[in-house]
């Protein structure tokens, strides 16, 4: 007698786009999908502090799987064991039939860590992708900053890149937006200071977030800058 051979279910991956921090700011969809999935994962922090988990807390139910992923976010460190670590765990759920959604604060897609998570788990499992607000576009937003006109091109650039490299591609910038500032923000205000841009940033740290700030650039202290805080160029260019 044979038996009957039964595939197993693989489950499906999410990357959840989760918008910037206020909970309102999460789509239909992804609401949907967080509030359907069996197990649901998320980055945190070196020092233990967890924004994606924060921003939907409001949504997880009790019965829902939790993977917590710890992730370095620093440029200096090899991330690659953590996201293999992480990527092994998830891979775990996926072959037993469950879904799993990773959470990504902002837009996924956009220096986001799922991106990695991506690489190592598209190819094996279905996977979907759902866009979310990013803090870039949410920052505008609350700044009440329009960022581009008519041919403007906009930059986003790294704050983790060197002084130099940052002010190259400042020069003769239409307008840009500067992410991951933390303890880089000193560097990068020299270069605006350098370049005569310091007039034009604009700062905003946990952007839609309960505690929310918005300083003048010059009254910013470089000590005190969180992870979660961006300097926006808006254009220039006068509207008609
Ligand atoms: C690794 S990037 C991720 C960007 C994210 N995928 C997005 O679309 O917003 C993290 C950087 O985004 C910026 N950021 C994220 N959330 C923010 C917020 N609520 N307010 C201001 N900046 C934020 C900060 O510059 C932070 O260092």
Known sequence: MTEEYAPQPIGRLYGLGIGPGDPELLTLKAHRILT???????????NGKVLARAIVAGFIRPHQIEIPMPLPFSVERS???????AAEKIAHYLNAG???AVLCEGDPMLYGSFMYL???????FPTEVVPGISSTLASAAMLGAPITFRNDVLSILPATLDAANLRDR??????????????HFAKVRGVLEQLGLLNRALYIERATQPNQRILPITEVDPTKVPYWSLILIPSQTQPQ
């Open 98 to 100: 469950q879904d799993v």
């Open 170 to 183: 400042l020069v003769g910038v239409d307008a840009a937006i500067i992410i991951k500032l933390g303890r």
């Open 79 to 85: 991330s690659q064991p953590y996201y293999d670590r």
């Open 36 to 46: 359907a999935v069996p197990v649901i994962a998320y980055p945190t922090m070196e």
């Open 118 to 124: 991506f690489q190592r788990l598209a190819r094996q």
